[in-house]
């Protein structure tokens, strides 16, 4: 299409109407740009998801496209869900202006449907390709009905696949990284659309080629060859998994896409659909799609179709995932006018976040990117007004000093702000890698303040989460006696060496005279290969040689053993033994419980809620917050794999462990992703996590340390690239080859040049891969809006000196000089010491470590006087002893069934004493709860003192059925937890045969085409003196039928809730927030129109939990509503 006319409104004027800022000339020229294909470059914090909702405010404002006919793309749900927010309200207020129709079909807003012009549609890449796939996907074979497999459910298979496989005789890795290579092999064979079976031919050809070659090949191209005869023995497992996946029914991420784009090329009536569907298309982050991606979005939207694509070259992170910066850069010859010519191309050039020095030190990192790009990126510049921004540059002599001055510099930070009266700022360490965590988080609390570790990698290594991990590991395999010796070695238990040396003796003793049994280690090894017991029956004998530690435990020599040192266990350890062996029996009678369920266990085995609600000095809230994140963690394992096991959760966990980025539980196949890791900006905390989980935030204050040579940048001068890892395509294979160095060995005269031009390759890979870290580190500069400190060390842990990085000298520029005194644009000489004084110093420590040290003489007064207190209550002797003299109180610790047991007495000693039983409202409730609790306190009352078991009911299985096929249609996180699944609160029984029908009357209904704003949003709003938890869906599903009479009003409380917390978070008015059921057994959306509001909410709940109703408020109450 041609310019559009002059008599269309203005960017400006649009703006004006609805009370935004007046747009900069390069805003305007992007909003007001022809309907043709065009490309924006938007640097960092240049303001591209307003600039892109503008641009579809301007065309629906001057009649050039409806709002259902934009598409808008994006790669993680947080971002879908925010690009969507924005339009929805620009075109909200469009409306009110008279310059627009009403937003969503809903005639003002209010949801009572009606005559609109529809919403445009937002979704992550994944989502989208899904959706061709379901379309189009019997075009490539693909049976409807086939099941994603997110990332741990992928492990899980591809585990069982290398555990079943009998010839890796030529494979000299462990399984698990074999694990790792087939993943990764399967996944850049889907993003590059290549066969398995040509990757198998491309590597034989090419050993082939130069083995042929004269001469005596080189000792450097010998080992390559010997990689890729390796790596031709991992092609039949990738194999494998894709035959396993066909024959389950199920799809990967990578398959997702590379089917959809498949789909597309063959069928061009799929794009011809999409383009009418679709008059304009906007595709963020572009410098981090993958191949597949590429050719889905050409197939479908090329040849003139108004794209507009939207990235930052210097931001392209993610080309470990099969990403390229040089997809962006082929964009205008990808997406050409219809007339053929390249697209047009403008930019983005105003940081409206980060301040002076903060961006010039990053221009100065992204220098050399700018001269090796074929776009024209321009230097980003400050935003108007905006301040003038601190830089420091530091370096220490050794990491552990590097710590202690970030934490210093963070420390003044939140000092300041204290002092001043005012919140405090934003505060990020952002790290190349998570094993530079430890030192940093000690140092930072070491100074008092709150650190947040983001991220399953860094999860994993927080001592509470340490600590249930072990437990578990160690209930499940005999085997894990390294386990068993953290937590025999920790703060609770503390066995010193004498007693661990005893033990360890017994347990040979028990192995020499056949007392040990092979046949539970079986079960755990196993378990670990997600029940392939013929695939580890090899490793049987192996098992039941080990001195096994744990089951040593089960049977404990008598008092008067003594081991051939002549040492047995002392008195303090026998009842310590004692009680660990009691806590894995506790677990392994409780493995048949769901997974978090298990996880919940083994914290209060191992008496852990009580050692973080005693924590000194932090919230409990805070202190829980790492024990409650792991929990999630296996919730979403157990709904993501087919069988989850403890072993296979426990086997995925230690590949998570090893992996620098973790594993993804997320089913949009963007791991690593801080949307999908739960990272977000807080003022709370300071927060600690990698480089990559930071792209796409801001803090006011950053830290990155660890900036020397080798460690960030990571590369050297040269790097094997694909010849040296087995999970990498070759590059003459992937789909942006044009842009990554070429080996050319196909063409090589003889072995010497064959040996020349592998170290050539060498060398182009290292500089490829420093630009790689390159466009990492304009990533974590740009995260900083005020100050930003860079910092290295001479010393690390090894015994030679590391020279600061590179990327440290280049932002020096930008600091204003250092604490010491030199110069701008200098650093320090380096330290005259030639040996590392971190290793001259020598560290002592207490082992086992006492938790408590010199303040052991108080808290044991305190403990004494505690159980005084205590069996002064219970009628018991002064000092601590029981009734009758049976010795000291806490001589032993109490069986929880006696425990119980006296809890229920006391119980029916109360009841029968007479009077009313006060029930504390509890701290959490479900929304159904809270329906009962304002249909019938008293009932709720009942069930709150003595919960019992809810039966199983069809219509709750039809409801989880039916709720799960909505969660993968729109590619959601489970959207309800038991027992509120939908259908629980329905009558009438069930069938799953029912389920297609009800499936149906869904794709029928007005909500199928509809795109969510958010699913699952958690909030916190306050009601009536509670603070009520939601996640909110606004409409709610329903299998049954309508509810009706008096069930009708309980059931519109549930609503009522969701809709006042939605007001607040999205500050629209109360009344112009609906919300519905939808029944998908009658295809009807049932909208209550007598919703109580807040008022009508407090006073509900005021009376339902009057004291009539038998309701004490121990504690501050929280409802919690899902």
């Known amino acids: ?536 029956a090899g490793g049987v004998a192996e098992l039941a040689e080990a001195a096994s530690l744990v089951e040593a435990l089960d049977a404990l020599p008598d008092p008067g053993w003594t081991g051939p040192g002549g040492h047995g266990l002392s008195d303090a350890a026998r009842p310590r033994l004692l009680e660990v062996a009691g806590v894995l029996r506790r677990l392994r009678a409780a493995s048949g419980l769901p997974l978090p369920d298990l996880v919940a266990e083994a914290e209060r085995a191992l008496l852990l809620d009580v050692e973080l609600a005693a924590r000194p000095g932090v919230p409990a809230a805070a202190a829980r917050a790492h024990l409650e994140a792991f929990c999630d963690v296996a919730a979403s394992f157990a709904q993501a794999v087919d069988r989850p096991s403890l072993g296979a959760f426990l086997a995925w966990l230690a590949a998570a462990e090893t992996r620098e980025r973790g594993l993804a539980l997320a089913e949009d196949g963007e791991a690593d992703r801080s949307a999908e890791a739960g990272a977000t900006p807080s003022r709370t905390a300071v927060q600690l996590l990698t480089v990559h989980a930071a792209k796409g935030l801001e803090w006011d204050v950053v830290a990155v340390p660890g900036l020397v040579e080798k460690g960030f940048p990571a590369c050297g001068t040269t790097s094997s690239s694909w010849l040296g890892d087995p999970g990498s395509l070759p590059h003459a294979l992937r789909g942006d080859a044009a842009s990554l160095p070429v080996l050319g060995w196909e063409d090589a005269a003889d072995q010497g040049e064959a040996g020349r031009r592998h170290a050539a390759f060498l060398a182009a890979c290292g500089e490829h891969e420093l630009a790689e870290e390159r466009r990492l580190a304009y990533v974590a500069a740009t995260r900083a809006r005020s100050r930003l400190l860079l910092t290295g060390a001479w010393w690390g842990a090894g015994s030679t000196r590391r020279e600061p990085s590179r990327f440290l000298r280049e932002a020096l520029g930008a600091a204003p000089g250092t604490t010491e005194g030199e110069p701008r644009g200098e650093l320090p000489d380096a330290p005259a010491e030639a040996d590392n004084p971190a290793l001259r110093t020598r560290r002592t420590a207490s082992w086992p470590a006492d938790p408590v040290a010199d303040r052991r003489p108080v808290l044991e007064a305190a403990a004494t006087a505690v159980r005084a207190a205590a069996a002064a209550l219970d009628g018991a002797a002064p000092g601590g002893a029981a009734p009758g003299g049976a010795g000291p109180v806490a001589s032993a610790p109490a069986s929880p069934w006696s425990l119980e047991v006296d809890q229920l007495l006391a119980e029916r000693a109360a009841v029968r004493a007479g009077g009313p039983a006060a029930v504390p409202l509890p701290a959490h409730l479900s929304a159904s709860r809270l329906v009962q609790l304002a249909h019938d306190p008293e009932a709720f009352a009942l069930a709150v003192r003595r919960p019992l078991p809810v039966e199983p009911r069809a219509a709750t299985r039809r409801g989880t059925r039916f709720h799960a096929w909505l969660e993968q249609r729109f590619r959601a996180e489970a959207l309800v937890d038991l027992p509120d699944v939908p259908g629980a609160d329905e009558d009438e029984p069930a069938d799953d045969a029912d389920l297609p029908r009800l499936q149906e009357a869904f794709l029928a209904s007005e909500w199928a085409e509809r795109t969510p704003v958010a699913v699952e949003v958690a909030l916190e709003t306050p009601l009536a003196g509670l603070v009520v938890r939601c996640r909110v869906d606004v409409v709610d599903w329903k299998t049954g039928p309508p509810p009706t009479g008096q069930r009708a009003r309980a059931a519109a409380v549930q609503l009522a809730v969701y809709r006042l917390a939605w007001s607040r978070l999205s500050g629209l008015p109360l009344e112009r927030v609906g919300a519905a059921f939808f029944s998908a057994s009658t295809g009807r959306t049932v909208r209550p129109v007598d919703l109580l509001d807040e008022a009508g909410l407090e006073a509900l709940v005021a009376q339902a939990s009057a004291p009539s109703h038998d309701m004490t408020r121990a504690f501050r109450p929280v409802l919690e509503c899902r």
């Open 1 to 536: 299409m041609s310019a559009p006319p002059a008599a269309l409104c203005s960017a400006a004027d649009v703006a004006a109407a609805l009370g935004q800022h007046r747009p900069t000339p390069e805003q305007a020229a992007v909003v007001e740009a022809p309907l043709a294909p065009l490309l924006v470059v938007a640097g960092a914090g240049s303001g591209k998801t307003e600039t892109m909702a503008a641009r579809v405010v301007w065309l629906v404002a001057n009649g050039l496209v409806a709002p259902d006919r934009v598409l808008g793309l994006t790669f993680t749900r947080r971002a879908a869900g925010e690009l969507a927010e924005r339009v929805r309200a620009r075109l909200t207020a469009l409306h009110r202006a008279g310059l627009g129709p009403p937003p969503g079909g809903a005639d003002g807003g209010d949801g009572a449907g009606g005559g609109g012009a529809g919403e445009p549609t937002v979704a992550t890449y994944h989502a989208y390709a899904a959706s061709v796939l379901a379309d189009h996907g019997l075009r490539v074979g693909l049976e409807p009905g086939a099941r994603l497999l997110g990332e741990a459910a992928a492990h899980q298979l591809a585990t069982e696949v290398v555990a079943g496989w009998d010839d890796l005789g030529g494979v000299t890795r462990s399984p698990a990284s074999v694990v790792d290579a087939v993943l990764s092999l399967a996944a850049q064979c889907a993003e590059h659309l290549v066969d398995p079976r040509d990757l198998d031919a491309h590597l034989r050809d090419l050993a082939e080629r130069v083995r042929d070659l004269p001469g005596k090949p080189v000792a450097a191209v010998r080992r390559a060859l010997a990689a890729l005869e390796e790596r031709r023995l991992l092609v039949p497992l990738v194999e494998r998994y894709a035959e396993r996946k066909r024959e389950l029914e199920v799809l990967d991420h990578g398959d997702q896409v590379a089917l959809a784009a498949r789909a597309a090329v063959r069928a061009p009536e799929a794009g011809a659909h999409e383009r009418a569907r679709f008059g304009v298309v906007l595709l963020d982050e572009h410098q981090d799609t993958s191949h597949a991606q590429l050719v889905l979005l050409r197939a479908l939207f090329g040849g003139g179709h108004p794209v507009t694509a939207v990235g930052d070259p210097h931001q392209a992170v993610y080309g470990w995932r099969g990403a390229s910066a040089g997809g962006l850069e082929a964009f205008p010859a990808h997406f050409p006018a219809p007339d053929g010519s390249p697209a047009r191309v403008l930019a983005l050039s105003t940081s409206w976040r980060n301040d002076v020095a903060v961006l010039d030190a990053a221009n100065r990192l992204a220098a050399p990117l700018r001269a090796g790009s074929s776009l024209d990126v321009p230097l980003l510049a400050a935003r108007p007004g905006a301040g003038p921004g601190r830089v420091a540059v530091r370096v220490a002599e050794t990491a552990a000093e590097e710590a202690e001055l970030v934490a210093d510099a963070v420390a003044r930070v939140w000092s300041e702000d204290a002092a001043a009266g005012r919140e405090h700022r934003s505060t990020a360490v952002l790290c190349r890698r998570r094993s530079q965590f430890d030192l940093l988080e000690e140092a930072l609390r070491a100074r008092g303040l709150p650190v947040e570790v983001v991220g399953l990698g860094g999860l994993l290594s927080r001592p509470e989460v340490v600590d249930v991990v072990a437990a578990l590991r160690a209930a499940h395999d005999p085997g894990r006696g390294d386990a068993l010796l953290r937590l025999l070695t920790g703060a609770r238990w503390r066995l010193g060496p004498r007693d661990l040396a005893a033990l360890a003796a017994w347990a040979r003793e028990r192995r020499a005279t056949g007392a040990t049994s092979g046949g539970a280690g079986v079960a755990g090894v196993a378990g670990v290969a997600g029940g392939v017991a013929d695939a580890v």
